[in-house]
């Protein structure tokens, strides 16, 4: 239980428990007085003036043990209409692959493709090629896909294929990026 003091040894306390509250209200009064004159600001501008937009994809991985290829899902509901003034896009990735069983250091081909998973179809003109191992493998443009990308909201994933089977294709973070004129 709570016992309270008599009012004369409260008083030095209480003198500097409200010197602290007006301390602090004069704070919130000042933050709120900056607060009014807030503006919100994107790279300084308007983001719809952006020449390119970057999205980045996550990564995917697969082993012909378990399936011919490996599909990740990036981003739901994705809709190329929501980027008015697009007129190219590309994806950058560096895909390697190897023989299973084999050290990180054999190189195998990969191929990487962006995939609309929920038509369940390959995106065209997509796909980067990787030949290179784990710790060489550069990341490597696509060609411009923009024509044949779909104008509809889908689900947006990456799918990766080692070449031959038996081999195990991975890739590290992918970016997709929209441009504009």
Request: aromatic share 10%.
């Amino acid at each position: 239980m709570y016992n309270r003091c008599p009012l004369e040894i409260n008083v030095p306390l209480a003198d500097l428990l409200l010197k602290q509250a007006l301390i602090a209200i004069t704070i919130i009064r000042w933050n709120l007085r900056r607060l009014t004159h807030t503006q919100y600001v994107c790279n300084g501008n308007n983001a719809s003036s952006d020449k390119q937009i970057i999205i980045k994809l996550g990564w995917v991985a697969v082993s012909y043990s378990t399936q011919p290829y490996g599909t990740t899902l990036s981003i739901p509901k994705f809709n190329i209409n929501n980027y008015p003034g697009v007129d190219s896009m590309a994806i950058y990735a560096a895909p390697w692959g190897r023989k299973d069983g084999d050290s990180y250091d054999t190189p195998g081909p990969a191929k990487l493709e962006l995939y609309n998973i929920t038509d369940a179809t390959v995106i065209e003109n997509s796909a980067v090629l990787g030949t290179a191992t784990s710790s060489t493998a550069p990341y490597v443009p696509s060609n411009n896909f923009y024509t044949s990308f779909p104008r509809k909201e889908f689900d947006l994933g990456l799918r990766i294929t080692a070449v031959p089977p038996s081999n195990i294709a991975h890739t590290s973070d992918v970016i997709m990026i929209l441009y504009r004129k």
